[in-house]
């Protein structure tokens, strides 16, 4: 059965203006239903993660800013959110709900978080829309429980994974991959395991042939034993943060490149949400939806 992590705080309410499409995340469980690929037996709801999980990924200094809402206004400003509990709280449901997914993934193949891929976020600070980062809390959480050995972060979204690549730079035991607009945020980059950045305005077909040999070329260097997918969608070229040309149908083709590379290696897959900025919440639905389907047909 497809597993679905879903909470009523994704959707926490921010000011009015702010350019960051928070009901992506109430309407999407909605559009799954309406579509038949999923129902209320799918979906679960994530709970709190213990702070032992958070601090086995992030300083104590940090997380006691963000407990006691401490953090400077520079530090706020760069997270993009204006800080508060109900913020901080619900950044600790979304790494509950993707480590709880890695459980589910680990009997079932697969499993999904509805939020999640808060792949900005470093040992120390937060930046761009993230504070804590759920991939890292899950790949340090299997490890730490001998759940995997190995893990394999695929990061799709158009921004790269700066915060992941840089509390992984010197593990042997994850395997960071970001491909990546090349001009996009952020504008320093950190180190991947690998790096593939992307021209502005790149289509479906280049776009889909780098993958491919990207994936080829970890199949050499790396056997995972499980696989945690940020499958943004802010690759779309209607996407108004991504500059890059992908069309609905290319992200389709992308995400089902991942799940049968992970199906094909045997290996459990977990698939979190990342980014999507289009100006029609309808178009960024559409997207995120097309992987929940493709991991229905493919494990099910």
Excluded at 261 to 290: E, R, W
Aim: net charge negative; proline share 4%.
């Amino acid at each position: 059965m497809l597993k679905i992590a879903y909470s009523n705080c994704y959707s926490h309410p921010l000011p009015t203006g702010h350019r960051f499409p928070m009901e992506k995340y109430e309407l999407l469980p909605g559009q799954l239903q309406y579509e038949g690929i999923a129902d209320s037996t799918n979906f679960f709801e994530p709970k709190a993660l213990d702070k032992k999980w958070i601090l086995n990924t992030h300083s104590s200094t940090y997380w006691d800013k963000l407990q006691n809402l401490t953090l400077s206004k520079s530090e706020i400003r760069v997270t993009g959110f204006p800080l508060s509990k109900a913020l901080v709280d619900r950044e600790i449901i979304i790494a509950g709900g993707s480590v709880q997914a890695a459980h589910y993934a680990i009997e079932y193949g697969v499993a999904m978080n509805i939020a999640g891929g808060t792949h900005h976020a470093f040992y120390a600070h937060g930046e761009g829309f993230c504070l804590l980062n759920d991939i890292a809390i899950t790949a340090n959480y299997l490890i730490e429980n001998r759940l995997a050995s190995k893990i394999l972060v695929i990061d799709l979204d158009v921004h790269q994974g700066n915060g992941t690549a840089a509390l992984f730079q010197n593990s042997k035991d994850v395997f960071t991959f970001s491909m990546h607009g090349e001009k996009n945020y952020p504008h320093r980059k950190e180190l991947s395991s690998l790096d593939c950045a992307l021209p502005d305005g790149i289509g479906d077909k280049a776009y889909l042939n780098l993958l491919a040999k990207n994936l080829e070329l970890i199949n050499t260097k790396f056997l995972p034993e499980f696989i945690i997918y940020q499958c943004g969608v802010d690759v779309l070229e209607s996407d108004k943060l991504g500059r890059l040309g992908l069309t609905l149908s290319g992200v389709r083709e992308r995400d089902l490149m991942v799940l049968n590379f992970a199906k094909q290696l045997n290996v459990p897959i977990t698939c979190c949400m990342g980014g999507g900025y289009s100006p029609q919440v309808s178009k960024i639905v559409d997207a995120h939806t097309q992987v929940y389907r493709l991991a229905q047909e493919l494990f099910f």
